[in-house]
């Protein structure tokens, strides 16, 4: 848990991402955990999951503890979040533009400005997406 959220406040969080994606919400894959083979045990729940929802992709920045062949023998590849993100820009970027412009105009704690926004997004590791978002106002 982060520091200064409360485990109210957490449920709360959960329970709005559950209702936002409820296809992202993984059960009963457990029993795959100790069957699995990673460099960081403490990310085999990650992978079974992956695994149980026939995904095609393990989106993370921890990709030196998911190695790509191994990733492979289940259908899987990895991406960074940024990674990610620009190729879902690049899918529809007008569409990623606007909602990048609604985020800043509701955004309200603290209230940033696009450009405080972007550079939050550099400091995260998501240069690429904060660039081409920055390329497009």
Do not use: W
Request: net charge negative.
């Amino acid at each position: 848990m982060r520091k200064g959220i409360s485990e109210k406040e957490a449920s709360k969080r959960v329970e709005k991402a559950n209702l936002a994606f409820p296809d992202a919400l993984v059960t009963n894959y457990s029993g795959l955990i100790h069957n699995l083979e990673l460099p960081d045990v403490k990310d085999c729940h990650v992978l079974a999951a992956a695994i149980k929802t026939n995904a095609n992709i393990i989106v993370t920045n921890n990709i030196k503890d998911f190695p790509l062949d191994y990733l492979a023998s289940f259908g899987l590849t990895d991406k960074t979040a940024d990674d990610f993100l620009t190729d879902i820009i690049d899918l529809d970027p007008e569409q990623a533009v606007k909602a990048f412009k609604e985020l800043v105009f509701n955004r309200r704690n603290p209230d940033l400005d696009e450009f405080e926004i972007l550079n939050n997004l550099r400091k995260h590791g998501l240069r690429e997406t904060a660039d081409f978002l920055h390329s497009q106002i």
